[in-house]
């Protein structure tokens, strides 16, 4: 009998252990992904803007 009670509370920790490691695992990748796309979208962000920085400039610039 008691040999099946550690059994049970082994299998009911192994589950809620992994419970928590999955969900580490998954907020960290999810952390990964969206840093990643993140930084996508600056550098689009980053060109877009120098580019209509460096078009304006160069319609109004004065000659210096």
Not at 30 to 59: P, Q, T
């Amino acid at each position: 009998m008691s040999r099946t009670v550690w059994t049970v509370l082994g299998v009911i920790a192994a589950v809620v252990i992994a419970w928590v490691l999955v969900d580490v695992v998954f907020s960290v990748v999810w952390f990964l992904v969206k840093a990643v796309i993140v930084a996508l979208v600056a550098v689009v962000v980053f060109f877009v803007l120098r580019s209509l920085v460096l078009r304006g400039d160069r319609r109004g610039s004065t000659g210096r």
